[in-house]
């Protein structure tokens, strides 16, 4: 590594510092779809016009399914659990992600869920008890409320947040707070009712990881294109423009649960947003794993 390169650079594209704290993302797997698919109430020239740059021949573009792990100190954060490990071992699952960077689940000091879609809580339970055992899990309060009573009461997310809140380990969250120093939860309401991201800041230097509000980096200078998924289509808009001006403003690395890249915001003079991607999050954190596109994301 030369002497002249800049304070804070790795050649490992998975894993950035901010300031002193050190940041890995966790790939557990990949997957395709089609802009159409993603964004389906975009209209299909513009649509077509700015996903060009994402596509490949047969016009899909990748996505993939990523954790964010924080050290702060002596302290650790896993933000997202991912999909769970799938049965023919191609997928280890949370537990086996975290064991290739060296790190158990006691390890953990508290695990943020950002929403409660099945392939970010995947890995809270591990043979229906609590993965981490003992360890501070938070949720938004209307996140909570949404996934355990009325309709889904009986669904899959319920199932693996249940076990979890009767441990007594589940911290339901309202507004902005730091759960640990430097790590501060965003309300993001919209992809679902009590969506999080998480504010990171050591210094002057900023992370934000901001789950499934932003689905895919066109919505960097898209930020009105709602996903397929996002529940409430206004609210989803207003979280989606707040996180983009924000991390212009702080000059914040953006990681998203499903973008192949992380990167950083700009202003572009005369209006609107650039996306400049820092490095390509292809590689898998463990074994290769292929999902088979539009299937499990949500
Ligand atoms: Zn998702």
Same mark, same amino acid.
């Given at each position: 590594?030369?002497?002249?390169?800049?304070?804070?650079?790795?050649?490992?594209?998975?894993?950035?510092?901010?300031?002193?704290?050190?940041?890995?993302?966790?790939?557990?797997?990949?997957?395709?779809?089609?802009?159409?698919?993603?964004?389906?109430?975009?209209?299909?020239?513009?649509?077509?016009? /700015?996903? $060009?740059?994402?596509?490949? =021949?047969?016009?899909?573009?990748?996505?993939?399914? @990523?954790? *964010? !792990?924080?050290? #702060? +100190?002596?302290?650790?954060?896993?933000?997202?659990?991912?999909?769970?490990?799938?049965?023919?071992?191609?997928?280890?699952?949370?537990?086996?992600?975290?064991?290739?960077?060296?790190?158990?689940?006691?390890?953990?000091?508290?695990?943020?869920?950002?929403?409660?879609?099945?392939?970010?809580?995947?890995?809270?339970?591990?043979?229906?008890?609590?993965?981490?055992?003992?360890?501070?899990?938070?949720?938004?309060?209307?996140?909570?409320?949404?996934?355990?009573?009325? /309709?889904? $009461?009986?669904?899959?997310? =319920?199932?693996?947040?249940?076990?979890?809140?009767? @441990?007594? *380990? !589940?911290?339901? #969250? +309202?507004?902005?707070?730091?759960?640990?120093?430097?790590?501060?939860?965003?309300?993001?309401?919209?992809?679902?009712?009590?969506?999080?991201?998480?504010?990171?800041?050591?210094?002057?230097?900023?992370?934000?990881?901001?789950?499934?509000?932003?689905?895919?980096?066109?919505?960097?200078?898209?930020?009105?294109?709602?996903?397929?998924?996002?529940?409430?289509?206004?609210?989803?808009?207003?979280?989606?423009?707040?996180?983009?001006?924000?991390?212009?403003?702080?000059?914040?690395?953006?990681?998203?649960?499903?973008?192949?890249?992380?990167?950083?915001?700009?202003?572009?003079?005369?209006?609107?947003?650039?996306?400049?991607?820092?490095?390509?999050?292809?590689?898998?954190?463990?074994?290769?794993?292929?999902?088979?596109?539009?299937?499990?994301?949500?």
């Amino acid at each position: 590594m030369s002497a002249l390169a800049p304070v804070g650079w790795r050649m490992e594209p998975d894993r950035f510092w901010v300031g002193a704290m050190e940041c890995r993302v966790l790939v557990h797997g990949r997957g395709r779809g089609t802009p159409a698919w993603m964004f389906p109430d975009v209209p299909a020239d513009r649509r077509a016009e /700015l996903t $060009a740059p994402y596509l490949d =021949a047969a016009g899909e573009f990748e996505f993939v399914y @990523a954790s *964010l !792990i924080v050290r #702060a +100190g002596d302290r650790v954060a896993v933000v997202d659990t991912g999909p769970p490990a799938s049965s023919d071992g191609s997928e280890p699952g949370i537990v086996g992600a975290l064991a290739a960077i060296g790190v158990t689940p006691t390890d953990v000091d508290v695990v943020v869920s950002s929403h409660g879609h099945l392939d970010h809580i995947g890995g809270l339970t591990t043979a229906g008890e609590a993965t981490f055992a003992g360890v501070r899990h938070i949720v938004h309060q209307r996140e909570l409320e949404y996934w355990t009573t009325g /309709l889904e $009461a009986n669904g899959g997310a =319920a199932s693996l947040f249940r076990p979890v809140m009767e @441990a007594g *380990l !589940i911290e339901a #969250a +309202g507004g902005e707070h730091e759960v640990l120093p430097g790590v501060r939860l965003l309300p993001t309401p919209g992809h679902t009712p009590g969506h999080l991201s998480v504010a990171i800041t050591s210094g002057r230097e900023h992370a934000l990881y901001v789950g499934d509000s932003l689905a895919h980096e066109v919505n960097v200078t898209e930020p009105d294109w709602n996903h397929f998924s996002d529940m409430l289509a206004g609210p989803a808009i207003r979280s989606r423009r707040a996180l983009v001006e924000r991390a212009a403003r702080d000059g914040s690395i953006i990681v998203g649960s499903h973008m192949t890249t992380r990167g950083r915001i700009t202003r572009r003079s005369g209006g609107g947003f650039l996306y400049r991607p820092d490095a390509a999050l292809h590689a898998p954190t463990t074994a290769a794993a292929t999902h088979d596109g539009t299937d499990g994301l949500r």
